[in-house]
């Protein structure tokens, strides 16, 4: 079997049997929410739609890989880990909905929306709807980390590895919000760099989707330090690779398989690499429509088409996708040089792989 | 020395020898936050404006004489779980802010107006002024936050106490939350019942602000459970004896003193214990004029006086003060049974005087 195929067939397998214990943990913490009252309820059967059965589980499959490669035992002692780091994700995907004023996120309704439509029976008049909504789902989102913090505590391996996932999770939590805090004023500025865009790629994307994962399982696993810079020299180029994709796939992919807008990034004027790109490499009529159309919450479905159309003609999406596949590649190399079990390896350097390749 | 005048003493001792600390360790996070880019230190920055110098630092001082009521050693060694209570109270009262428009705290202003000055020079048309500064703080919120995360961390305790603490944590934390939930919530309803207030003030604040922080402080001193419960029967009553009080200094109180609006919770129709009150104790004539003029935001000076007088006619004012000062008590008698030192159990009976009769 191709490493390509074996990697998706791990995440397979691992969805398979990490997504019923998801479940039962939120469901637990409904019940346990629920006591307190009423709101406990809501909000945690809230979370509970936005997280379980969507998503790839690629942060939360990550912790097991990196538990194993770390010489760990069985996946299912890391996976209470796993959950803290899903829901960390829900945290930051429900306050980034919020701020990109998104609709839909993994084919169902953002958390705002979400409440938009439970407060339409019971609003009153007097009472702002989008102020209410984005109040509520501000609040899912808190808890949301709240309840990461203690799915975390729960694992049950000794208190000083414990301890030091958690010193771990801090730390995504920075890159995330100072990479989601470059995202948001980068649209100040007309000409952003490609390493301004890359420096985001590193914090949003590249430490907190993959490397971040990766050293919390081999953290938990008792790993000293020497084995989590190795690991990053194969995730931190994996990861902007990872980020390359996804900007590719939502311009470029189609929403039945991505389950998200593939005209938001273009409607929103998001400065991404293959912006850059065609700033970089596009004609002067090129840079001038593209500065032109993008950022236009209201463009036309023509005027998106003709923005794919130079991106594929200035030769911006080879740009892209060729970085992505070098980035992909160069992170593969670098796992020869780790100390970890040949089939862990396999699995990784397929990750890599299916990372540029994915469709959704 | 009376035992209110003992506490007193004791919290500005405390503050003191804690706000240097404090100011320092966020200083420092400044640095190691700037390190990763521009945008950690400018969040970072923001976050000590809204923290450093504002506030009673009543939670920090609780988690000090939780740790001596537990026979912990020097108030010192617990100094980064009093920051994490303090960084988490950021948290939530920024995103507090956002939800209820607030523009000043702390004699300051909100973080989302400290955002709006910040923002003026450089935000293009195009981009919306109040999404934007609602977003960044947002953030700032999100930060604060998993900075409190790292706080917690950097103790040097025992780990198991330390894993403890942020189990307690995460129970303040699901609290606070589903008490802010049902604080957003309640307008929605006309007659809202005293039991339904009284749950509020138990999560948002008794469990909050009192009970919590003693907690913590007991927990990183390696108390047992029944220790705990002891504890609670003190802090849960004081805890919502300081709520009302903070209700009535929202309507009665002076801004110079309070350092935030005194009108706002009868602009935003906030079912408070005085509002309640005057359902229960008013004339229908009182009643019909208080659901008329509550809620309101553009109501007249006059027509705040007029709430005021009514809630004094009625009795409901006499009634919240009697309230409070019943709870205070009797959270002073449950001391008599703790086995703490009898220094600490005099700041803790002089802190529940304190707590309902301070007029900030």
Chains 1, 2 share one sequence.
Not at 196 to 214: H, S, W
Not at 251 to 269: H, P
Not at 318 to 333: E, H, I, M
């Amino acid at each position: 079997m191709k490493a390509i195929e074996k990697a998706q067939q791990y995440l397979k397998e691992f969805r398979a049997i990490f997504e019923p214990y998801f479940s039962k943990y939120l469901n637990e913490k409904t019940g346990e929410l629920a006591r307190i009252s009423d709101m406990g309820r809501l909000l945690t059967e809230k979370i509970f739609d936005f997280s379980v059965g969507g998503g790839k589980r690629i942060r939360a499959a990550l912790v097991a890989l990196g538990y194993q490669a770390g010489g760990g035992g069985k996946m299912e002692d890391v996976f209470a880990a796993a959950v803290a780091i899903e829901l960390l994700h829900s945290f930051f995907l429900i306050h980034d909905d919020i701020i990109d004023l998104s609709d839909i996120r993994r084919a169902r309704p953002t958390m705002h929306k979400m409440f938009e439509q439970w407060s339409s029976r019971i609003l009153k008049a007097n009472i702002e709807q989008r102020q209410f909504c984005h109040s509520m789902a501000m609040l899912a989102g808190d808890l949301s980390c709240v309840v990461a913090i203690e799915a975390l505590i729960s694992i049950n391996l000794p208190a000083e590895r414990t301890v030091r996932a958690f010193r771990k999770l801090y730390a995504i939590g920075c890159d995330t919000v100072i990479g989601q805090g470059l995202d948001i004023t980068l649209p100040f500025r007309d000409e952003v760099s490609e390493e301004a865009v890359m420096q985001i790629y590193l914090l949003k994307t590249a430490k907190y989707t993959i490397e971040g994962p990766l050293h919390i399982g081999l953290l938990l696993a008792g790993a000293d330090e020497k084995s989590l810079e190795e690991m990053s020299r194969y995730a931190i180029p994996v990861g902007i690779a990872f980020q390359i994709q996804d900007d590719i796939l939502g311009v470029f992919g189609t929403e039945e398989e991505l389950g998200k807008s593939v005209t938001s990034d273009i409607k929103e004027g998001k400065q991404t690499l293959l912006i850059v790109a065609v700033r970089k490499l596009g004609s002067i009529a090129h840079r001038e429509r593209i500065r032109f159309l993008l950022g236009n919450s209201q463009i036309s479905p023509a005027d998106i088409d003709e923005v794919r159309e130079i991106m594929r003609l200035s030769g911006a999406l080879d740009y892209a996708r060729s970085q992505a596949q070098l980035l992909a590649k160069k992170g593969k190399a670098e796992l020869k040089q780790l100390s970890i079990a040949p089939n862990i390896e396999q699995i990784l350097g397929g990750l890599a792989d299916y990372i540029v390749e994915r469709t959704f």
